[in-house]
């Protein structure tokens, strides 16, 4: 089936650095991919989004790239900032016969301090 | 405003009361959905709808019932609630094709 691994968290950074984190899926077909964020007590936000190959998605200085030939789509970040810290969710989404099936990443928790 | 909504956003409930978790979206969206959020599980979806009169399971649909009777409501209900059933819950919706909006969560707890 679908899945979405991403790299474990917690990622502790200080402000003004270089983020990464890392998203690989296994999915049958082209599958569209997300990056969501999930600020404290609030329900998840699309951040950015690429529905095909080498499409970057891009929003707020994020950045993510579909890659097919390795599976993934890395969310990164050139310079980090305290009200960056949240949850940070990757996902699928497929297209079948009888609908659309959405599949999440685990989601990384990112603290950026001052 | 385009928004999901949620009720309630909290909830403390007993072992076998039955509840139910409203979800209502102002989008005009067919495709509805109900996560449970865990801490290190992530996002697992419960049940899914395709549009009125049609839903699907998820990956974890045992102890959750949904019914789409209209196009813009999609409620969650638990017939006998458990304590394993204590989680951050989210509704969400979309278009046939697109990204998920989501709901503010609500957070339950069984006694």
């Known amino acids: 089936g679908n899945s979405v691994t991403q790299m474990e968290g917690p990622v502790t950074l200080s402000e003004e650095a270089f983020l990464t984190i890392n998203c690989t899926y296994t999915?049958?077909?082209?599958?569209?991919l997300f990056w969501y964020v999930q600020y404290p007590g609030e329900g998840l936000q699309l951040l950015l989004k690429a529905t095909k190959a080498d499409d970057k998605g891009s929003n707020k200085g994020f950045e993510a790239t579909y890659r097919k030939e390795t599976t993934s789509f890395h969310l990164e970040k050139g310079s980090v900032q305290v009200s960056d810290s949240a949850v940070y969710f990757c996902?699928?989404?497929?297209?079948?016969?009888?609908?659309?099936?959405?599949?999440f990443g685990p989601g990384t928790r990112l603290s950026v301090l001052p | 405003e385009a928004q999901v909504t949620q009720n309630p956003r909290y909830l403390i409930t007993v072992t076998g009361k039955k509840l139910t978790v409203t979800c209502s979206q102002n989008m005009n969206h067919e495709y509805m959905s109900w996560y449970r959020q865990d801490p290190g599980l992530g996002l697992r979806q419960i049940y899914y709808?395709?549009?009125?009169?049609?839903?699907d399971k998820g990956d974890v649909p045992e102890g959750y019932k949904v019914s789409r009777k209209e196009k813009r409501n999609f409620p969650l209900i638990l017939e006998s609630p458990s304590p394993n059933q204590t989680s951050l819950y989210f509704c969400?919706?979309?278009?046939?094709?697109?990204?998920?909006?989501f709901g503010p969560g609500t957070r339950l707890t069984v006694l």
């Open positions: 996902a699928l989404r497929t297209r079948g016969n009888y609908g659309q099936n959405f599949v």
């Open positions: 969400a919706s979309s278009l046939s094709v697109g990204e998920q909006f």
């Open positions: 999915a049958t077909g082209y599958p569209s």
């Open positions: 709808s395709m549009n009125v009169e049609v839903t």
